[in-house]
């Protein structure tokens, strides 16, 4: 339960933004991200672009989806 609220206590303060998240991750974490949040198909689309491009529409896409990559989300 404590996990649970700590996920989404997480939400609220933290959202991945182009230079704090996707500029400093590779490209493969950036359709990792998209393909969890909003679905695979979204991020095969985005696979093949350029970073400056990729980043721009995974920042669109997930605008206010409340996602957190898994070094932030609580363990089980």
């Not at 997930?62 to 996602?67: A, K, P, T, V």
């Amino acid at each position: 339960m404590v996990a649970i609220i700590t996920t989404l206590t997480m939400t609220v303060y933290w959202t991945p933004t182009v230079d704090g998240y996707f500029c400093a991750v590779p490209n493969a974490k950036v359709l990792e991200a998209v393909s969890e949040a909003v679905s695979p198909e979204a991020a095969r689309k985005l696979d093949g672009l350029k970073k400056d491009a990729l980043v721009a529409q995974a920042k669109q896409l997930l605008d206010g989806r409340c996602w957190l990559p898994s070094v932030l989300r609580a363990k089980g």
